[in-house]
């Protein structure tokens, strides 16, 4: 996805932790996900058993949201992403890509039975006050 900023996709590769927010019968949920990014398809790779809450709420609204941020003390340095996307359980081809890659920086997952998802992204706003105070890098699929 070459027309989002490098430095977007350099912060979501630099952390492994997100928050992933769903939605299912007006009644809102979050959960916290270890992922990694795949930036060609600009999609985001977690696992979670079908049993989870937010596994169950994207049966009825896919249309997730979610942030990764960076914990810090100094405002100077605040850093955070919020993204919206659309979850779904990847097959045939697309599964063996995700899944190679999720083993690849998580090796322990191969000890259990994982369940891959992946959020395709829709749309990112980066805040970096590292640029400025409250600066922010807004993509959005077109």
């Given amino acids: ?82 993204f919206c996307g659309v979850m779904y359980e990847p097959n045939d081809e697309l599964h063996k890509k995700v899944k190679a890659r999720y083993l690849k920086r998580f090796p322990v997952a191969m000890l259990m039975k994982t369940h891959l998802w992946v959020i395709d992204l829709n749309k990112l706003k980066f805040t970096d006050n590292r640029l400025g105070f409250g600066k922010k890098l807004i993509w959005e699929k077109k």
């Fill in 1 to 82: 996805m070459s027309d989002i900023d490098k430095r977007i996709i350099e912060f979501i590769n630099k952390h492994h932790v997100l928050t992933l927010a769903t939605s299912a019968g007006n009644k809102p949920w979050c959960a916290n996900c270890f992922y990694v990014y795949l930036e060609e398809e600009n999609m985001l790779v977690f696992t979670s058993d079908h049993e989870t809450k937010h596994v169950k709420d994207t049966k009825e609204n896919n249309q997730v949201a979610g942030s990764i941020v960076l914990e810090t003390n100094l405002v100077g340095k605040i850093q955070g992403l919020q």
